[in-house]
């Protein structure tokens, strides 16, 4: 992101000119106490964003849309001491296809357990952004570390994020959240990485106090379409003129309704789970600009490899050739590290039938694939605490992934404990002998 400080003069030409589009930001600071005032440019149909700025006499007048017959904001010029825009990436897309986009990753990691937070005990009244990324024990995503990743040799971020504790009654997300949002996925593309923003703990397991709104469920995709659909419109609205290193990904793990892990319980789930992953892809063609050609990432039931949910995943009709990716997650063999403690061929010959079927099923046939989450998670899962033999089989088992991955031309993304907790405000990694086998086995 781009800040660029413009003179009252300037404010006479086009504002699309200067490269400004809907959804930017800009401030407004005074010489009254050094005051300042964001505002955001209007879109086509978001009536309250600023869509007129006058000069007229010694004042700026502000004019929303919708309100364009009343006087917004004022402002005494020579009390004004400096407007700055923020100017997002425009001009610079350069359409790949997914199966390259995918190549291009390199190594990732997942920006887990901030952004993706359900807290029941908090709501977007009452509490911060910030409360809300660190109700899970993280520390909020701050520029440096998306820096220390690149210089580190990472090339990919995935963002996963929660969005129905930020959504008002109507669909309509809360601004705080969506920028704030923004602010994280430009700390990446900043960086000239790609990275993958999601909708995340919006499905799941239920729990007493979570019911997740999106199922594998015929009845509930009928009930959610207009909703989801309306959801994706507007992440897709506000990054439409994002370069071709942004990535959407439709959904996480999703679930029947009876929360059942691997592979449903009825086989006409499959047919809500596709559903979704249609409305997706026509929520964010329906956007235009970039988003006609953007890179979309559908995964299959519940993220997993199986066979069965393999076969039952419909790729989504698209308007363009080459643009979508299809995801899955992997921590196989399921508790692994408990049991065993140790990565071995049985293991490494489990994955390696993954990808067997990852080929057969999509990479053999154009559509690329992606790791959306891997790493030592069942009743144990390794970290900085762990014993020097238990790293080094999370060392193993990640470089074992990568290399295979990279084989095929699969991106991998490891799930959180590489860089977790405070070690992301010093910046430096949780796990170091971890990402230096990933690292290896990615360059050899």
Same mark, same amino acid.
């Given at each position: 992101?781009?800040?660029?400080?413009?003179?009252?003069?300037?404010?006479?030409?086009s504002?699309?000119?200067l490269?400004?589009?809907?959804?930017?930001?800009?401030?407004?600071k005074?010489?009254?106490?050094?005051?300042?005032?964001?505002?955001?440019?209007?879109?086509?149909?978001?009536?309250?964003?600023?869509?007129?700025?006058?000069?007229?006499?010694?004042?700026l007048?502000?004019?929303?849309?919708?309100?364009?017959?009343?006087?917004?904001?004022?402002?005494?010029?020579?009390k004004?001491?400096?407007?700055?825009?923020?100017v997002?990436h425009?001009?610079?897309?350069?359409e790949?296809?997914?199966?390259?986009?995918?190549?291009?990753?390199g190594?990732?990691?997942?920006?887990?357990?901030?952004?993706?937070?359900?807290?029941?005990?908090?709501?977007?009244n009452s509490?911060s952004v910030?409360d809300?990324?660190?109700?899970?024990?993280?520390e909020p995503?701050?520029?440096p570390?998306?820096d220390?990743l690149?210089?580190?040799?990472?090339?990919?971020?995935?963002?996963?994020?929660?969005?129905?504790?930020?959504?008002?009654?109507?669909?309509?997300?809360?601004?705080?959240?969506?920028?704030?949002?923004?602010?994280?996925?430009?700390?990446?593309?900043d960086n000239g990485?790609?990275?993958?923003?999601?909708?995340?703990?919006d499905?799941?397991?239920?729990?007493?106090?979570?019911k997740h709104?999106?199922?594998?469920?015929?009845?509930?995709y009928?009930?959610?379409?207009?909703?989801f659909?309306?959801?994706?419109?507007?992440?897709?609205?506000?990054?439409?003129?994002?370069d071709?290193?942004?990535?959407?990904?439709?959904?996480?793990? %999703?679930?029947?309704?009876? $929360?059942?892990?691997?592979a449903? /319980?009825?086989?006409?789930?499959y047919? +809500?789970?596709? !559903?979704?992953?249609?409305?997706?892809?026509?929520?964010?063609?329906?956007?235009g600009?970039?988003?006609?050609?953007?890179?979309?990432?559908?995964s299959?039931y519940?993220?997993?490899?199986?066979?069965?949910?393999?076969?039952n995943?419909?790729?989504?009709?698209?308007k363009?050739?080459?643009?979508?990716?299809?995801?899955?997650?992997?921590?196989a063999?399921?508790?692994w590290?408990?049991?065993?403690?140790?990565w071995?061929?049985?293991?490494?010959?489990?994955?390696k039938n %993954?990808?067997?079927?990852? $080929?057969?099923?999509?990479?053999? /046939?154009?559509?690329p694939?992606?790791? +959306?989450e891997y !790493?030592?998670?069942?009743?144990?899962?390794v970290?900085?605490?762990?014993?020097?033999?238990?790293?080094?089989?999370?060392?193993?088992?990640a470089a074992?992934?990568?290399?295979?991955?990279?084989?095929?031309?699969?991106?991998?993304?490891y799930?959180?404990s590489?860089?977790?907790?405070k070690?992301?405000?010093?910046?430096q990694?949780?796990?170091?002998t971890?990402?230096?086998a990933?690292?290896?086995?990615?360059?050899?």
């Open positions: 992101m781009k800040k660029l400080i413009l003179s009252l003069f300037t404010l006479t030409l504002l699309t000119a490269g400004q589009q809907a959804g930017d930001n800009f401030v407004i005074t010489s009254e106490a050094g005051k300042t005032t964001e505002w955001s440019l209007a879109g086509d149909s978001k009536n309250g964003d600023i869509s007129t700025i006058k000069h007229k006499g010694n004042q007048i502000l004019y929303a849309k919708g309100y364009e017959g009343i006087e917004w904001a004022t402002y005494d010029i020579d004004i001491e400096s407007i700055t825009f923020n997002f425009k001009g610079s897309y350069v790949e296809s997914a199966a390259q986009a995918v190549k291009n990753m190594i990732g990691t997942n920006f887990g357990n901030c952004t993706d937070v359900v807290a029941m005990w908090m709501n977007m509490n910030t809300f990324e660190k109700a899970w024990g993280q995503t701050t520029k570390m998306v220390f690149k210089q580190n040799g990472f090339n990919s971020v995935r963002i996963p994020v929660t969005w129905f504790q930020h959504m008002k009654a109507d669909g309509t997300v809360d601004e705080a959240w969506m920028n704030r949002i923004q602010e994280i996925v430009d700390y990446v593309i990485m790609y990275c993958i923003l999601n909708v995340h703990h499905t799941g397991a239920d729990s007493d106090d979570i709104w999106i199922k594998a469920d015929e009845a509930n009928k009930e959610n379409k207009e909703k659909e309306y959801l994706w419109k507007q992440i897709a609205t506000r990054f439409k003129n994002y071709q290193h942004l990535l959407f990904e439709g959904y996480n793990e %999703m679930l029947d309704a009876n $929360n059942t892990w691997n449903p /319980k009825n086989a006409s789930s047919k +809500g789970l596709n !559903g979704y992953a249609q409305s997706f892809v026509n929520a964010v063609r329906a956007t600009g970039n988003n006609e050609t953007r890179n979309l990432i559908v299959t519940a993220a997993a490899c199986g066979d069965d949910v393999l076969s995943l419909t790729i989504p009709t698209d363009v050739d080459g643009h979508i990716a299809v995801e899955v997650h992997t921590y063999p399921w508790d590290f408990a049991q065993k403690g140790k071995d061929a049985s293991c490494s010959k489990e994955i %993954m990808f067997t079927r990852l $080929n057969s099923k999509f990479i053999s /046939k154009g559509i694939c992606i790791i +959306g !790493g030592t998670h069942g009743t144990k899962s970290s900085k605490n762990s014993s020097a033999s238990e790293i080094q089989a999370a060392a193993d088992q074992d992934i990568v290399k295979q991955a990279k084989a095929y031309g699969v991106a991998t993304f799930w959180m590489i860089f977790s907790e070690d992301r405000t010093v910046p990694w949780t796990l170091p971890v990402v230096e990933m690292k290896k086995a990615y360059n050899e």
